[in-house]
């Protein structure tokens, strides 16, 4: 089962609301993601995706587009995509880092991997634990009674989660929102904060000890992805667990923030570790290391929450709430058949053969800003010019 071509496609698709995160990021308004075919001489294709978020990442998605077309594609054109572990070495040995271009092929090659053995990515992981999982529901920043009405709404459809962005208000009012939510929620209803780095040490430990009174399941990415100290001295203030996602993109920063005991748990993102082996890789850390697992989700349409799913529902040491396989409800479309599993605030695993899902290729195609495919079509190309 040999490459023989890669298609790179550039989406746009639109938020149904803007979200507005952290001060970082400010407010987002559409997914920009790059989707990517492997095809096989003889075999199926396998769909993956990277979803590049600057500053969150440190990739852009016309970079990762450009170094899969210029760089990566090239190196696997002609590769056995049976042997992913092969293909991981090649492109690792092109370029460093770069998780979420490598992560579209990682997924893409899983996904080969499952349609040719006939089986689910999860069978070949080792088996589902789960025949499905909870969802939960972001709110961004927003006052305590836009919080409400979010969530009022959404747990009358079912969720019993919710993630509320905060870091773009005074800390202090980020303590009103928590006291508002837990107080007329809890304990139905279980909500994580995430800062998205918005918070100094000082504010975040301010944070802690006006949120403590207060139960909370997780408190992510309070300070700066770097300052693991600040993590640390956080985790030591809280009551509640503190994870990891911004500082968390390779197994190397997940043995770092282990080393330190720096948080309780890390936010696994399939793209944003690089596929699906390497956010197994780090999830098998976190468990050695008496750390849980948050399935989390950049800004992502249908395959790579499909290749999180595929992982997430294989994983002992996930975190007791919620987990994010609801990023395709939020856009105005997508080309996959993703969303269709998620019914009652639950997502169910899916039993087709790769990542379980429905891609239309059509709808990638009309969807598509940019276009380009690697393969012998475009060497052939290139040797007449
Ligand atoms: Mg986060």
């Not at 095809?39 to 998605?61: I, K, Q, V």
């Not at 009012?173 to 800062?195: N, S």
Request: proline share 6%; glycine share 10%; hydrophobic share 45%.
């Amino acid at each position: 089962m040999k490459i023989h071509s890669i298609d790179i496609y550039a989406l746009s698709i639109p938020f149904v609301t803007p979200y507005r995160l952290s001060r970082i990021y400010g407010t987002v308004t559409d997914n920009q993601s790059i989707v990517i075919r492997i095809r096989t001489d003889d075999g199926p294709s396998g769909w993956g995706e990277a979803n590049p978020l600057p500053p969150f990442t440190e990739e852009t998605p016309a970079g990762v587009f450009n170094l899969l077309e210029g760089t990566l594609g090239p190196v696997l054109v002609g590769a056995d995509a049976g042997n992913i572990a092969r293909c991981r070495r090649a492109v690792d040995e092109c370029v460093p880092g770069n998780p979420t271009a490598k992560g579209a092929l990682d997924m893409a090659l899983h996904d080969l991997a499952g349609k040719a053995a006939g089986r689910p990515v999860h069978a070949l992981l080792g088996g589902s634990l789960a025949d499905d999982l909870p969802v939960l529901w972001p709110i961004g920043s927003g006052t305590p009674e836009e919080d409400r009405r979010v969530v009022e709404a959404r747990a009358a459809e079912g969720f019993r989660s919710f993630m509320v962005k905060m870091g773009a208000q005074p800390v202090e009012r980020e303590i009103r929102r928590v006291a508002a939510l837990t107080e007329r929620f809890h304990p139905e209803i279980r909500f994580i904060v995430d800062a998205n780095q918005g918070w100094s040490q000082s504010e975040a430990l301010r944070f802690v000890d006006g949120a403590n009174r207060y139960p909370l399941a997780l408190i992510e990415q309070p300070v700066d992805r770097n300052d693991i100290a600040g993590l640390a001295r956080v985790r030591a203030a809280s009551l509640a667990p503190v994870s990891a996602d911004e500082s968390v993109f390779s197994p190397v920063e997940a043995a770092a923030l282990a080393r330190a005991g720096a948080v309780d748990a890390l936010s696994l993102k399939v793209s944003k570790n690089g596929g699906i082996a390497p956010a197994r890789d780090i999830a098998v850390l976190a468990a050695a290391n008496g750390m849980t697992c948050l399935m989390n989700s950049m800004l992502e349409c249908g395959v790579t929450q499909a290749a999180s799913l595929q992982l997430g529902c294989t994983l002992g040491n996930l975190v007791d709430c919620g987990h994010a396989y609801m990023s395709t409800l939020r856009l105005t479309d997508d080309f996959t058949d993703f969303g269709a599993l998620v019914t009652d605030g639950r997502v169910r695993v899916p039993d087709e053969p790769g990542l379980g899902i429905a891609v239309d290729e059509d709808k990638v195609a009309a969807l598509a800003l940019r276009h380009a495919s690697v393969g012998p079509a475009r060497a052939s190309q290139d040797a007449g010019a």
